[in-house]
């Protein structure tokens, strides 16, 4: 055996020795050897590790080998740093943290809602086992292609997205909201919205609406939306009293019960039209039926100056208006008519009318009481009444000026006594009539009595 000292080289050409045919003995084949330093191994070292083992570092930084089914157990292997594929479950018994980004399989959506392919499905605890999971209907979902976020399930889903939310039921429509309302749809024509600013949604009709306000939509299937504000709110930079403004008819089928002071305003009807403030059904008297009645301002010129902007109650069997009454009420008329079988000889009127600038009183009816309560059936005129000692006339007598005719088949009844200032005029009768016990007649300037029998000459 020779050993080979080197000392020096020279001279020195090169930074390399190259040593031919160069014999270590000492380092063994076999067994195991001892590296001392940093060793520089240009090429491949192949260990011989049994299968399902890898070399770990262990104490006194010496390598030893451990199953690779023991990785996880008991976390002897993280932290962990790069990708790893697990097939199978994994089980977190503690809290999880996701430091960096979470990368899910795309997958489709149970029940073919919404459609398309494209979403990621987002675990999240499912029923009462705590167990991060999912069931067949019931899932969380993101579509990355619209930025929305999906609730799935049987019954209804949820979706959220940048501009708001909606929720869908299987049975009863959706419910969206955005930043600017909150909106039901169930088809065409059936949805309704609240929203704080009418005109900042956009919306066809809602133009210039700025107040707060509940929003409906009209139309049908295949012509363009117009939606209308029914119900409007006062605005904060309008506040008074926060009243509520609604602009479309209001229909109360079983009563409206109002607390204080209640104000209806509306313009005057246009001609030849009507205002319906009451209408009343099913109004029945003595077995028959009353199908016209109602409340109401008109304006029918072609009638008379009475029915111009008038408020009328009108009471009536049918709209042929042939028995009834109705009550008028305007600068030229105060006062109604009654019908009782559609006929002129069967009318009654009161009523105080303006007649070219005099005010004029017409009553008319088969029997006139004055002062008096005359329950008799009898056609008459009845003027007073026992607690009245006599009638005076005195004050209107500077206000006759012409003749006054009374006109009755029975003439004029007076009950008590009649007193007569100035004078006492009586029409001639020629000849005299039958008459009867009591009365006074002039014929041929002579003035009679009749005792019951005949006229006797008084004069």
Do not use: C
């Not at 491949?44 to 199953?67: M, Y």
């Not at 009328?312 to 042939?322: A, E, L, M, N, S």
């Not at 007569?420 to 041929?444: C, H, R």
Request: aromatic share 8%; glycine share 12%.
């Amino acid at each position: 055996m020779s050993t080979l000292q080197v000392d020096r080289i020279i001279p020195y050409q090169s930074s390399s020795v190259t040593v031919e045919g160069f014999s270590a003995p000492n380092l063994a084949t076999t067994g195991s050897n001892t590296f001392v330093g940093n060793q520089n191994i240009q090429g491949t070292i192949t260990a011989s590790i049994q299968e399902g083992f890898a070399l770990v570092g262990g104490v006194g930084n010496v390598s030893t080998l451990v199953a690779t089914s023991s990785f996880g157990g008991g976390g002897s292997g993280f932290p962990f740093t790069g990708a790893a594929q697990i097939t199978g479950s994994l089980g977190v018994s503690g809290a999880t943290t996701i430091g960096g980004e979470l990368s899910v399989t795309p997958a489709l959506l149970p029940n073919g809602f919404p459609a398309g392919t494209g979403q990621f499905i987002i675990p999240f605890l499912s029923g009462s086992t705590n167990v991060i999971a999912r069931d067949s209907d019931n899932a969380l979902y993101w579509q990355p292609a619209f930025n929305v976020l999906a609730v799935s399930s049987s019954t209804g889903n949820t979706t959220i997205s940048n501009s708001g939310m909606t929720v869908t039921s299987n049975t009863t429509g959706s419910t969206q909201v955005t930043t600017t309302r909150v909106v039901s749809n169930f088809g065409s024509g059936r949805n309704i919205a609240i929203a704080g600013d009418a005109a900042s949604t956009a919306l066809t009709g809602l133009t210039g609406i700025t107040n707060p306000a509940i929003i409906l939509q009209s139309g049908s299937a295949g012509l363009p939306p117009t939606f209308y504000a029914p119900i409007q709110f006062q605005a904060s930079q309008s506040f008074t009293d926060g009243r509520v403004t609604i602009t479309r008819p209001l229909i109360a089928q079983q009563g409206a019960q109002i607390t204080g002071v209640a104000t209806q305003t509306f313009n005057a009807p246009a001609t030849d039209t009507q205002n319906d403030m009451i209408v009343v059904n099913n109004a029945n008297i003595d077995g028959r039926a009353y199908t016209n009645v109602f409340f109401t301002m008109l304006d029918y010129p072609s009638f008379g100056n009475e029915f111009k902007d008038s408020f009328v109650f009108d009471y009536w069997t049918d709209f042929t208006y042939t028995t009834g009454s109705d009550f008028i009420i305007n600068p030229k008329r105060i006062g109604g008519t009654m019908l009782l079988s559609g006929s002129a000889s069967a009318i009654g009127i009161s009523q105080l009318r303006d007649l070219g600038g005099k005010t004029f009183l017409n009553q008319y009816a088969n029997l006139i009481s004055i002062g008096a309560y005359a329950p008799a059936t009898t056609d008459q005129i009845v003027i007073g009444h026992d607690a009245l000692p006599f009638l005076r006339l005195s004050s209107l007598k500077n206000e006759i000026t012409g003749s006054t005719i009374i006109s009755g088949s029975n003439g004029l009844q007076v009950t008590g006594s009649v007193g007569i200032s100035q004078v006492l005029t009586l029409a001639g009768q020629d000849p005299l009539p039958a008459g009867g016990v009591g009365q006074l007649a002039v014929s041929s300037s002579n003035l009679y009595y009749h005792n019951g029998a005949t006229w006797t000459q008084i004069n």
